[in-house]
């Protein structure tokens, strides 16, 4: 895990890389994505990334509005990530 973190932080990750890096906040382990999780993983990349950030992050991929990234939003995170956090994510 911890190497991809490193990865994370450098950038250059797939899709399917990506999501199993946000899965792994997933620390309650109900399959989905909350607020103080997204908050932990954006952390995770650079402390200058504010709570604020990972609120609008949610918001902008949360579809059903229910506070949570689920399984199939997790792939609107994809371009928040990429835009908002520098990350790299490359199709596969
Ligand atoms: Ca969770
Ligand atoms: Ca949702």
Redesign the pocket.
């Known amino acids: 895990m911890a190497f991809k973190h490193v990865r994370a932080a450098n950038g250059g990750l797939t899709v399917e890389e990506f999501k199993e890096w946000l899965k792994s906040f997933d620390v309650d382990g109900d399959g989905?994505i909350g607020r103080d999780e997204l908050r932990r993983a954006i952390r995770s990349i650079g402390g200058r990334f504010s709570w604020w950030k990972s609120v609008r992050g949610i918001r902008q991929?949360?579809?059903?509005?229910?506070?949570?990234?689920?399984d199939s939003?997790i792939e609107n995170m994809v371009s928040f990530a990429q835009k908002k956090l520098g990350l790299k994510i490359t199709q596969n």
Do not use: C, P, T
């Not at 991929?61 to 689920?70: E, L, M, P, T």
């Open positions: 989905r991929a949360d579809r059903n509005s229910d506070g949570f990234i689920d939003e």
